[in-house]
């Protein structure tokens, strides 16, 4: 049963702060949501089927039902199309039926169609499963939600490891590992998406923490766009998997992550800044053994230029462009000094803060 009104929901993007790459594999990470949002609108559809626009696309997509897919129009790998069709499928198996849908995306992810990195897809994904199901009277609980949209998104690319949704879902700070995404498709598969929602993963793992304290987040944007699952693939096409050096990365990565964790939970700055400052230096050995180009020139001067000031610094996410981030004393007088140094290097700071868990507007 629909509620008959629109439904509106939003999610916030995300950050790596420690554990990328590595949480492809089942390792931990850090991530934290922040205040820059995908907001989805649902409402009655005009005709069978499901019409979706963005203010990222020209004109609006009309796509048909044909076996529980959507067809026409659009791309293959559309987060959105993946996102309707799990909620679908779930509708499916609890007997009701899909009505006609009128799904309406806006972004503040993006600065004139350009992606900032923060996890738009992700973003869009999660609003989407919880803006669908609303509207069509599903009650689900956040858990829930989380694992609809990981098997919208592992049906796309099953190499991703679901941090951005979890970061989207839980919003805040959050400790994340990622579960057996081929277990959990395989399961889908044999048993359906209800008892797939019912099963735990293995694996799978989320919790929230505290913030860091004494500390602010800055975020700089280097201007160019990278492709996270290009990066990923591109490091599993190497002959460094099943290395020394990838299982030496992989204890690293794990290592340096649970200390981040002790030390945010502690509330021990210090400490933190020091994980910080060895993801940075994981990142920049595998970088040096693979050549995937992490590290990009205005990275690496984001980075220096955190450090000079007593701060610790990385790339967020696969590198390679899109936004890197700081920690920096949250009294000092050099953030200003930081923020003139990132534009002389052609890094935009952007305003971004954490961001709580809300779905709804």
Do not use: N
Request: proline fraction near 6%.
């Amino acid at each position: 049963m629909t509620t008959g009104r629109a439904v509106v929901r939003r999610a916030p993007g995300k950050l790596f702060v420690a554990g990328e790459y590595a949480v492809v594999e089942g390792g931990p990470a850090i991530l934290v949501a922040v205040d820059r949002y995908i907001t989805v609108t649902v409402s009655a559809g005009e005709r069978a089927g499901v019409l979706i626009s963005s203010d990222l696309a020209a004109r609006a997509v009309h796509r048909t039902w044909l076996e529980g897919r959507l067809t026409a129009g659009g791309t293959p790998a559309d987060p959105v199309v993946a996102a309707v069709e799990s909620v679908a499928g779930l509708l499916a198996e609890r007997g009701l039926p899909v009505p006609p849908l009128s799904v309406s995306i806006t972004s503040t992810l993006h600065e004139d169609g350009r992606k900032y990195g923060l996890g738009s897809s992700g973003a869009v994904t999660v609003a989407t499963v919880a803006a669908v199901a609303a509207y069509c009277g599903l009650r689900l609980s956040r858990g829930a939600r989380f694992r609809l949209a990981l098997l919208a998104t592992a049906r796309i690319d099953p190499q991703g490891s679901g941090g951005d949704l979890a970061a989207s879902t839980w919003g805040g700070w959050i400790a994340y590992q990622a579960p057996d995404r081929a277990f959990v498709l395989g399961l889908a598969r044999r048993h359906g998406i209800e008892e797939t929602l019912r099963t735990p993963w293995p694996g799978f793992a989320v919790r929230r923490l505290p913030p860091p304290q004494d500390l602010t987040l800055e975020v700089g944007w280097t201007g160019s766009p990278a492709s996270t699952s290009s990066l990923v693939a591109g490091l599993h096409r190497r002959a460094w998997r099943g290395s020394a050096s990838h299982h030496k990365f992989l204890d690293t990565s794990a290592g340096l992550v649970r200390a981040a964790v002790t030390a945010l939970q502690a509330g021990d700055g210090e400490g933190l800044l020091h994980q910080i400052r060895r993801a940075r230096q994981e990142l920049a050995r595998l970088d040096e053994k693979v050549g995937l180009g992490i590290f990009t020139p205005a990275l690496t001067a984001l980075c220096e230029a955190a450090e000079a000031a007593g701060g610790a610094a990385k790339p967020s996410g696969a590198g390679g462009g899109d936004c890197g981030i700081a920690l920096l004393d949250a009294r000092s007088h050099d953030i200003a000094r930081v923020r003139q140094r990132w534009a002389a290097a052609g890094v935009a700071p952007l305003p971004l803060r954490p961001a709580r868990e809300r779905t709804r507007t």
